[in-house]
């Protein structure tokens, strides 16, 4: 997926072919075992991976994803749009995308704990706070982030806290990342309320995904005065027709690890809750979700995808022909990564914001952006992902050709 959306926009610019040869595989890719005690004594030997994809316009940047279906073609894939994103977004960071192969939940705490910190050691010649800058991903939260900058700077002799973002606020967090991604998923729907003519008060969303992400976008957006009429998760989902109570519902899940049960709507699988008639659907799971086979039955106004790679190329030609506004990972679920640049920077100067500026900063950024992406759509009468690709891959092909070939 990534590479043929890399290749579609890369024909649409006629990229330089020398470029083109660059961009399309990453700088570096690391495989690492890691081996483990488990809490019964045995020994375990887990697959990790580290990707820089690109650092051209400075240190390399991008999640730790914990979960089964982790391989290098995923993490180089990942690796790849995150290239796009910072690029897009302005920041100065390249691409980079890392994780294990495992099931987080079935591991203890300590357990959890000591892959964290044998697979850091594992990278550590390859991460640094100018050099790869690692953030939590899915699976992974602010305590496997504490965990990776207590190691690092335990192998160092002083405490490193920009090595790596999204860690808890007491060790050099920033206020608001928590909510980054989800929030600026949020204002990237209010930029597509307002050029399609509307306000939120009273429409229809569907989130599909409620970690940290899905339930921070659920939860915005409820405060807008939207309907959140279904939700789901790795197990189930719940619907409302008219509309879940969202504080109701993060009550209960701050004392029940699933949605399952939620007395406040009845049952509806991902599949169905995908087509549900809405005005926002928000895929804020996993890749590959909106396929060519249910991308015909897909049924809303604005599609956000607040995932990673949720629509199939194949997908993404019949959603623009039934004319569904399509608003890209790369530039709708930025937030996160552009508010750990801010953690970055704040920690790099030992001097921290307040929770206010971070999120008028991000608010800023994220209109600035998407407004950009809308404009080059229209002129060059493409979809909202070609616009984002083709401005994101345009200034890294700028920035190399400045830059050159060494030697």
Not at 7 to 12: E, I, L, S, V
Not at 75 to 97: D, E, I, N, S
Not at 197 to 210: A, D, L, W
Not at 264 to 279: F, K, V
Request: glycine share 10%; hydrophobic share 40%.
């Amino acid at each position: 997926m990534a590479v043929t959306q890399f290749d579609q926009a890369a024909d649409q610019l006629k990229l330089d072919p020398n470029v083109r040869k660059r961009l399309v595989v990453p700088k570096r890719a690391i495989m690492v075992s890691v081996p483990i005690r488990m809490d019964d004594s045995h020994i375990e030997v887990f697959h990790g991976y580290r990707v820089h994809h690109d650092n051209t316009l400075g240190p390399s940047k991008g999640g730790i994803r914990y979960h089964p279906d982790v391989n290098l073609g995923e993490v180089c894939a990942l690796a790849m749009w995150m290239t796009w994103k910072c690029a897009l977004m302005g920041l100065p960071f390249g691409g980079a995308k890392g994780g294990i192969s495992c099931d987080p939940n079935a591991f203890s705490r300590n357990e959890l704990q000591r892959l964290t910190r044998r697979y850091t050691a594992e990278i550590i010649q390859f991460i640094g706070p100018d050099v790869d800058v690692p953030a939590p991903d899915v699976g992974t939260n602010e305590q496997v982030m504490a965990w990776m900058m207590d190691t690092y700077s335990q192998f160092k002799g002083y405490s490193i806290p920009e090595i790596v973002t999204g860690k808890p606020i007491v060790i050099g967090g920033s206020l608001g990342r928590i909510e980054a991604t989800g929030r600026g998923v949020v204002y990237c729907i209010m930029e597509a309320f307002n050029h399609l003519g509307t306000r939120p008060e009273g429409k229809k969303i569907v989130v599909q995904g409620f970690g940290n992400v899905g339930s921070n976008v659920a939860k915005v957006l409820h405060q807008e005065g939207c309907q959140i009429i279904a939700v789901s998760d790795v197990r189930s989902g719940v619907y409302n027709s008219k509309g879940l109570d969202i504080p109701a519902l993060l009550q209960y899940l701050s004392h029940s690890r699933f949605i399952e049960g939620f007395p406040g709507g009845e049952p509806i699988t991902n599949r169905a809750l995908l087509e549900l008639p809405c005005d926002v659907l928000v895929p804020a799971a996993l890749s590959g979700q909106i396929t060519e086979e249910n991308a015909g039955r897909i049924s809303c106004t604005i599609l956000a995808e607040a995932a990673n790679g949720p629509t199939t190329p194949a997908a993404d030609l019949i959603l623009q022909d039934r004319g569904i506004f399509l608003i890209p990972d790369i530039l709708a679920n930025a937030g996160g990564v552009t508010v750990s640049y801010f953690e970055w920077v704040q920690d790099l100067q030992n001097f921290f914001w307040k929770e206010k500026e971070i999120n008028e900063k991000l608010r800023e950024i994220m209109s600035s952006a998407f407004n950009a992406v809308l404009t080059l759509a229209q002129e060059e009468k493409v979809n909202m992902r070609m616009a984002a690709l083709m401005l994101a891959i345009r200034k890294i092909a700028s920035a190399k050709l400045a830059r050159g070939v060494f030697p």
